[in-house]
């Protein structure tokens, strides 16, 4: 859909009717050192009726300095269906990741069949976060579960930890928003719902930390940029250009001159 040297972003369509029962797709994701990556997923996900278990597997490998983003539109658990959803992401050095995942129990007029959730994410040190969400139909109508909520959408930050865009008063755009601080790097927002999705938390908190996401991203891109211009025109392999010029000025520093090292 866009790209430039750096990176690209990328839609993502379905060819044929997913997620059928039986149905297994996995999708595997790797973000080169320095570079970035938008998934944009261009319609939702119905986990269809059957006899069969179902399943949506993500598997994302992040290099350092690496950005990936990934908005996901809802994914909608039918009536008569076992499925799982399943995010497994492996951060390298400064690498960020800020996915959002939407989910809706049941079509029009159902209350959706049986479904499990998990997000297992690491770094170079180790686990940053695991949670295993069990939303299977007796589970999830236990006290303080799920209840009659019918819609969940999560926006998970790995890498950093960026602050809640507002703090709404509980209860004004859904039965529950809680903003959760990561024990090391992250942060994770949540808002639960009943029926159709009426959040405007988390579209405009992914849509902000995304901005603060490749802003960061772009920042350090000009650094290194300009750290490589100036260190060619040391050994006289380039002058001065506009390529050094333009990395200079997107990094907030003078424009590179001649090195006056001996």
């Known amino acids: ?18 997620l059928l029962s039986g149905d297994d797709v996995r999708i595997e994701v790797d973000v080169a050192p320095g570079a970035w990556l938008d998934v944009v997923e261009t319609t939702g996900t119905v986990a269809y009726e059957g006899e069969a278990p ?8 992040v290099g350092d300095g690496a950005v990936l983003t990934w908005a996901g539109k809802p994914f909608v658990v039918s009536d008569e269906i076992a499925t799982h959803r399943r995010t497994r992401i492996r951060l390298h050095g400064t690498g960020k990741v800020l996915m959002q995942e939407k989910v809706v ?6 209350l959706g069949g049986d479904l499990s959730m998990s997000l297992e994410a690491s770094d170079d040190t180790g686990p940053v976060q695991v949670e295993h969400l069990n939303l299977g139909q007796q589970a999830r109508q236990m006290p303080g579960v799920f209840g009659n909520l019918r819609s969940m959408d999560t926006v998970t930050a790995l890498g950093w930890t960026p602050e809640p865009t507002g703090e709404p ?13 990561l ?26 930390w995304r901005e603060e996401a490749m802003r960061d991203y772009r920042h350090r891109h000009a650094e290194r940029h300009l750290g490589q211009a100036e260190e060619e025109t040391c050994h006289g392999e380039v ?7 333009a990395a200079a000025a997107a990094a907030g520093r003078p424009r590179a001159g001649t090195c006056c090292a001996p």
């Open 54 to 61: 179902s399943s949506w597997t993500v598997e994302a490998t």
């Open 183 to 208: 024990d090391r790097s992250g942060a994770a927002l949540r808002w639960m719902g009943i029926g159709r999705f009426r959040d405007q938390l988390c579209d405009a908190t992914f849509a902000a």
């Open 169 to 181: 008063e509980a209860g004004t755009t859904g039965p529950g928003e809680t903003y959760f601080p």
């Open 105 to 110: 129990l049941g079509r029009a007029g159902q």
């Open 239 to 245: 002058d001065r250009g506009p390529a050094a010029d």
């Open 1 to 18: 859909m866009d790209q430039d040297a750096d990176g690209a972003r990328v839609g993502l369509l379905a060819t044929q009717a997913l």
